[in-house]
């Protein structure tokens, strides 16, 4: 076979994002056609809640310190007092010991995942990944050349636990879970977690360490619950992965981290490799001024009242057109079965609505939508004539 232009793995994950790039495209379309404010873009998971007051204030303290030497590089796990500070907030938050040597700052979340997944594969290792799931994981995975163990959860997105169980085997080296999760808002509930943590421990042994990998970047984007349950005090080699990119509203300023408990068996090696891995992946770090200001404002977070006035709105009127959808406890989507079983279909109906929403396929969830509601309120109030007018036209 001749060989193409780019790698052939490369020119695979291409075609398996290429639904993606293809509603893109028809929105980009659409939006040239009849203008951006006509069409409804219920698509990019593109946080609308701007950072609080504390984060500007600390990028204008930081800006203003006018010191030259702290723009080179840093340490290759990052700044000491980022990594205090974020130390200080995992303790807190997930209600754990952790020290700061144990925190590395990543390039986002997904700069974390993919130094994780560097740092814990071998050729041939396999991740298991509940769906649906944040398309970008089979990159991540494949690019640390493992493979993806795809398991679906249960009709209300919760971890299927014998399905996981069935699922294991000696090739396993980690299970991949988010929560409240990215596609479908649902949040693990404590008993899940708590059936997560023990899976684990019946399959890790110390000679084939399994690790449970939690990827947590909406954890505190929850709606209803004061304390979003976690499987990382059921299992002894759980990694946390996560960012400030949703709760702070900053993903363009690539703020993540890596944390690891301070109970985790060959905790040295493991932080040695993803110190390593964060380095040579290319990453280097997090941007300085980002782990500088963040050194200032690790405990804050932005406002979510204009989240849930949006998810109580847009799912609330979806309910009452017939659209069946659990309610989504976290993040900012909600992901409502389509009333017909083709979902690009259902997809397509929706864009001659003007309304532009990402079919569940892409996510390993066939017979759904993503419907990012981090938008401004008015579109999901101009969106709703077409959502009843499509669901009516398959009735
Ligand atoms: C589930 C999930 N994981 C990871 C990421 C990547 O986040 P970051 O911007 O912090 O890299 C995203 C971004 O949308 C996400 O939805």
Known sequence: MPRGAVAQAVAENMKSASWIREMFEKGRRLKAEFGD????DFSLGNPTAGPPAAF??????????????????MPNAGFD??????????ANEYRLDITPDSVIITCGAA?????VLRSICDPGDEVIVLAPYFPEYKFYITQANAEMVLVQTDRDFQPDIPAIEAAVSERTRAILVNSPNNPSGA???????????????????????????????????IYELDWCPTPVHFHHRTIIVSSYSKDLGIPGERAGYIGVPARTPEREPLLGALTLCNRT?????????TQRVLARCAN??????GYRANRDRLCGALRDFGYELPSPGGAFYAFPKTPIADDAAFADLLLEQRILAVPGRGFGRPGHIRLSYAVVPEVIERS??????AIEQVR
């Open 37 to 40: 404010e006509n069409v409804c």
């Open 56 to 73: 500007l204030d600390a990028v204008e303290a930081c800006a203003r310190e006018r010191d030259p030497t702290k723009h080179r590089y």
């Open 81 to 90: 007092e980022t990594r205090a500070a974020v130390a200080g907030f995992i």
């Open 111 to 115: 700069g974390g995942l993919n130094v």
């Open 187 to 221: 949040i693990h509930t404590a008993e899940k977690c708590r059936a997560l943590g023990e899976l684990c421990g019946r399959f890790d042994r110390d000679d084939r360490p399994l690790y449970l990998v939690t990827d947590d970047p909406y954890r505190r984007i």
């Open 281 to 289: 992946l290319g990453y280097v770090n997090a941007p300085a001024f």
């Open 300 to 305: 804050e977070m932005c406002d979510l009242s």
């Open 384 to 389: 709703l004539a077409g959502f009843k007018s």
